[in-house]
């Protein structure tokens, strides 16, 4: 069982910065891709970022491309979303998610095996 805890989210002002973070337990993290997604208010679950095991693969969506990074420590068992630029349309609860079986795509939720609880950011001026 994989624990997954997210933090870092809050109330920042259109144009600014944000770092999330991800800790994980209870597993072999450095084995696992890794993956953020956000879910805004009546709408769906959508896919913001992946890395692989190692951090060296990555993949983004096209509405967070050159505004938002993932990385990850795997001597830390956490992954991180930097995100700056951002927009009110940014304004979701962020979830990470962790992959164990290898997949070619990262934007499905289906394909993610433990969820975090979430935290909120709000992007308002």
Not at 12 to 23: I, K, W
Not at 49 to 75: L, P
């Amino acid at each position: 069982q994989v624990q997954l805890v997210e933090s870092g989210g809050g109330l920042v002002q259109p144009g600014g910065s944000l770092r999330l973070s991800c800790a994980a337990s209870g597993g072999t993290f450095s084995s696992f891709a890794m993956g953020w997604f956000r879910q805004a208010p009546g709408k769906e679950r959508e896919f913001v970022a992946g890395i692989s095991w190692s951090g060296g693969n990555t993949d983004y969506a096209d509405s967070v491309k050159g505004r938002f990074t993932i990385s990850r420590d795997n001597a830390k068992n956490t992954v991180y979303l930097q995100m700056s630029a951002l927009q009110p349309a940014d304004t979701a609860v962020y979830s990470c998610a962790v992959r164990i079986r290898f997949s070619y795509t990262w934007n499905r939720p289906g394909d993610y095996d433990y969820w975090g609880q979430g935290t909120q950011v709000t992007v308002s001026s």
